[in-house]
């Protein structure tokens, strides 16, 4: 049965990598199951391991940390006022399929928007959530002996957004970040989003 476990407090993002490391190894060595990580981070800016690192502008001058990581895409921002979804999940019990893992992920947090009233969707050719030509959620996914990490990061609050006009997020020039309270046109917090999208993971993962 998967496990979705919230974190209370915001922490730093190179406990959260230990926190996913900790979890792939015991599912590898058999003594753990998959689990599912929501939490928010102290603020920090990521990367793929690419050789083009361009959307970081100049990392010099980045008001937080940037950390090169083992997940595809350009570079994003994680803070507070944002919910991170780490699924460490045993992609060989779940076909081997990561496109699909990535569409799923997609999936629920679509489907979260919507119990908010939030007309979210897909663009074309483009990973993530979005309202029109705005980008609510970023995802991306590595993964270890088919054992999945990273994952997905929504931005909930107004707060999570000043710290993307510092970068190019996503590598995509002229991508405008939204959140969902902005979107739904109402406060909505953490914690509530994090509910509404716990329900849309198992729906979807606890199979």
């Known amino acids: 049965m998967l496990e979705i476990i919230h974190l209370p407090a915001p922490i730093g993002y190179e406990d959260g990598l230990r926190l996913q490391e900790t979890q792939v190894a015991s599912i590898l060595d058999g003594s753990g199951r998959d689990t599912i990580f929501l939490l928010e981070h102290e603020p920090v800016y990521t990367i793929g391991r690419l050789r083009d690192q361009s959307s970081l502008r100049n990392p010099n001058s980045l008001p937080y940390p940037v950390h090169e990581i083992n997940r595809g895409g350009q570079a994003t921002f994680h803070g ?61 996914v ?41 979107e739904a046109g109402r406060e909505i917090t953490v914690a509530e989003a994090a509910v509404a999208i716990e329900k849309e993971l198992r729906a979807l993962f606890d199979a």
């Open 80 to 140: 507070p006022g944002q919910l991170v979804g780490y699924p460490i999940l045993d992609l060989t019990s779940r076909g081997k399929d990561l496109h699909e893992h990535l569409r799923k992920l997609e999936d629920a947090l679509i489907r979260a928007c919507h119990r908010f009233g939030v007309d979210a969707g897909r663009r074309e050719g483009l990973t993530g959530v979005w309202v029109e030509n705005r980008k609510l959620a970023s995802i991306g």
């Open 142 to 182: 590595g993964v270890r002996k088919w054992i999945s990490m990273h994952g997905f990061a929504i931005n909930i609050t107004k707060e999570s957004l000043p710290p993307f006009f510092a970068i190019t997020p996503c590598g995509i020039d002229g991508v405008s970040m939204s959140c969902l309270a902005d």
